[in-house]
């Protein structure tokens, strides 16, 4: 027998039967997808994302390799002003190869408006609206999203609120070695992710390596290319943007990050680049959450938080949004364990709908710091309203309707007086050369 394809049931068996001290009540199947006849130079999963200031990129895969990588568009229906030629990749893994995957960075545009576009001058025609350039701003947020009835309950309940970014803070397809799981996902999300950007970090379920057959992330960083270049990070594993008056800094919890990493020294410098004027909130994401009091993936992000979490502090991070647990929680503000008036919210909002199922048994009692925790699947919104105020709510799928269970105004740390450089420590490292 071939040696890949022993090695790839090894995985596979593997990943079935994953033990797991918790019980997963419940999941929903995957999705089934009818087989697509449209015709090869079809633009199919489209999606867009920020790219620096008043840039976007959209990504679009065709299954002919000489489809153009070409975007005409404009601000009013069939009228295409503008055309922008892109990059292309492709990348096998296993016995699969993938189509084009087209990107192609489009702008400048102006803030808040509406624009129609065509990918590779072929197919249906698509429109997106642009993020403001002032607050308020509204984020829509969900992980672990995967591709079941689930997801597109999530799905269908983000589309019905009003937002300019989805943020997702890890695991997008489940696709797990499965190649063509990309694809289908790709499909699933087009309606949303080719109306509004979505900017994602990876997460385990990305990470795909086959030890020495494959490298991780492969399909993840063709397919879901991110402004890293812009934000001036070498790897699509960690990068930043911002939008209206939001700095967003988007880390790997797969790639190292100890002080010695890429990533650890590119933290520090954007960290000093923030302007706190320009942006007064700051939100950080990634994918294993600090603050978990459910049993799932109980203390996975000890080590990292360990290495990072007075960098984030002695910046003054609003909020982090962390994804991997299949539930929801909520922090007060905190650091180091400690409740601290200037230390971050922590969210994990792991629940978009995975195969998975949800993780629902927790550490009891509930830890000081936490303020709110429930199983259920769900998304959340963060409305930015203006410099000091923010809106957080979390509607839960609850019986295929958007139930809000949880809303908590934020202050910022900007209005709290955190950030006047009047705590010692962690701070005077940050800002020493
Ligand atoms: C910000 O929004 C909050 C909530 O709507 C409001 O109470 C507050 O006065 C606003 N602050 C400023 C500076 O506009």
Same mark, same amino acid.
């Given at each position: 027998?071939?040696?890949?394809?022993?090695?790839?049931?090894?995985?596979?068996?593997?990943?079935?039967?994953?033990?797991?001290?918790?019980?997963?009540?419940?999941?929903?199947?995957?999705?089934?997808?009818?087989?697509?006849?449209?015709?090869?130079?079809?633009?199919?999963?489209?999606?867009?994302?920020?790219?620096?200031?008043?840039?976007?990129?959209?990504?679009?895969?065709?299954?002919?390799?000489?489809?153009?990588?070409?975007?005409?568009?404009?601000? %009013?229906?069939?009228?295409?002003?503008?055309?922008?030629?892109? +990059? *292309?990749? &492709?990348? @096998?893994? !296993?016995? /699969? =190869?993938?189509?084009?995957?087209?990107?192609?960075?489009?702008?400048?545009?102006?803030?808040?408006?509406?624009?129609?576009?065509?990918?590779?001058?072929?197919?249906?025609?698509?429109?997106?609206?642009?993020?403001?350039?002032?607050?308020?701003?509204?984020?829509?947020?969900?992980?672990?999203?995967?591709?079941?009835?689930?997801?597109?309950?999530?799905?269908?309940?983000?589309?019905?609120?009003?937002?300019?970014?989805?943020?997702?803070?890890?695991?997008?397809?489940?696709?797990?070695?499965?190649?063509?799981?990309?694809?289908?996902?790709?499909?699933?999300?087009?309606?949303?992710?080719?109306?509004?950007?979505?900017?994602?970090?990876?997460?385990?379920?990305?990470?795909?390596?086959?030890?020495?057959?494959?490298?991780?992330?492969? %399909?993840?960083?063709?397919?879901?290319?991110?402004?890293?270049? +812009? *934000?001036? &990070?070498? @790897?699509? !594993?960690? /990068? =930043?943007?911002?939008?209206?008056?939001?700095?967003?800094?988007?880390?790997?919890?797969?790639?190292?990050?100890?002080?010695?990493?890429?990533?650890?020294?590119?933290?520090?410098?954007?960290?000093?680049?923030?302007?706190?004027?320009?942006?007064?909130?700051?939100?950080?994401?990634?994918?294993?959450?600090?603050?978990?009091?459910?049993?799932?993936?109980?203390?996975?992000?000890?080590?990292?938080?360990?290495?990072?979490?007075?960098?984030?502090?002695?910046?003054?991070?609003?909020?982090?949004?962390?994804?991997?647990?299949?539930?929801?929680?909520?922090?007060?503000?905190?650091?180091?364990?400690?409740?601290?008036?200037?230390?971050?919210?922590?969210?994990?909002?792991?629940?978009?709908?995975?195969?998975?199922?949800?993780?629902?048994?927790?550490?009891?009692?509930?830890?000081?710091?936490?303020?709110?925790?429930?199983? &259920?699947?769900?998304?959340?919104?963060?409305?930015?309203?203006?410099?000091?105020?923010?809106?957080?709510?979390?509607?839960?799928?609850?019986?295929?309707?958007?139930?809000?269970?949880?809303?908590?105004?934020?202050?910022?740390?900007?209005?709290?007086?955190?950030?006047?450089?009047?705590?010692?420590?962690?701070?005077?490292?940050?800002?020493?050369?």
């Amino acid at each position: 027998m071939d040696p890949k394809f022993v090695l790839l049931m090894a995985v596979l068996v593997t990943v079935a039967t994953g033990k797991s001290d918790y019980v997963r009540p419940k999941p929903r199947k995957n999705l089934q997808f009818p087989w697509d006849s449209k015709p090869s130079s079809q633009p199919k999963q489209v999606h867009i994302s920020l790219a620096g200031n008043r840039h976007m990129r959209v990504t679009w895969i065709t299954s002919d390799k000489h489809s153009p990588s070409i975007v005409e568009y404009g601000t %009013s229906p069939g009228k295409y002003n503008y055309i922008a030629q892109g +990059e *292309s990749t &492709s990348y @096998s893994y !296993l016995f /699969y =190869s993938s189509g084009k995957i087209h990107h192609t960075v489009i702008g400048p545009l102006e803030h808040s408006t509406t624009y129609f576009y065509r990918c590779g001058r072929e197919g249906p025609e698509f429109q997106l609206k642009t993020p403001p350039s002032q607050f308020p701003v509204t984020f829509a947020v969900a992980g672990d999203m995967g591709q079941t009835g689930w997801t597109k309950s999530t799905l269908d309940h983000i589309d019905l609120c009003e937002y300019d970014v989805h943020l997702l803070p890890g695991d997008l397809s489940y696709a797990d070695y499965i190649q063509s799981l990309w694809d289908t996902f790709g499909e699933l999300v087009q309606p949303l992710a080719s109306a509004r950007p979505w900017m994602v970090t990876e997460g385990n379920h990305e990470k795909e390596n086959i030890m020495f057959l494959e490298d991780g992330f492969q %399909s993840y960083n063709a397919r879901w290319k991110m402004p890293f270049k +812009e *934000s001036g &990070s070498s @790897s699509n !594993l960690y /990068y =930043s943007f911002e939008v209206a008056g939001v700095h967003l800094i988007m880390l790997g919890s797969y790639t190292d990050y100890d002080e010695y990493s890429d990533q650890y020294s590119w933290l520090k410098a954007d960290l000093l680049k923030v302007d706190r004027k320009r942006t007064p909130w700051l939100l950080v994401l990634f994918h294993v959450p600090w603050y978990n009091s459910n049993r799932a993936h109980q203390g996975e992000g000890v080590s990292m938080m360990e290495a990072m979490e007075s960098l984030l502090y002695a910046a003054g991070v609003d909020i982090v949004l962390a994804g991997h647990v299949h539930a929801y929680e909520r922090s007060k503000r905190v650091y180091n364990g400690r409740l601290d008036p200037c230390g971050a919210v922590h969210m994990t909002i792991g629940d978009g709908g995975n195969r998975e199922g949800l993780a629902h048994q927790y550490i009891n009692p509930q830890p000081h710091w936490s303020d709110f925790r429930e199983a &259920s699947f769900g998304h959340g919104e963060l409305k930015v309203v203006n410099s000091t105020h923010a809106l957080w709510s979390w509607h839960r799928n609850d019986d295929d309707e958007p139930v809000r269970s949880d809303q908590v105004w934020i202050n910022s740390l900007v209005s709290s007086g955190c950030l006047a450089d009047k705590r010692p420590g962690p701070r005077k490292i940050l800002m020493a050369p």
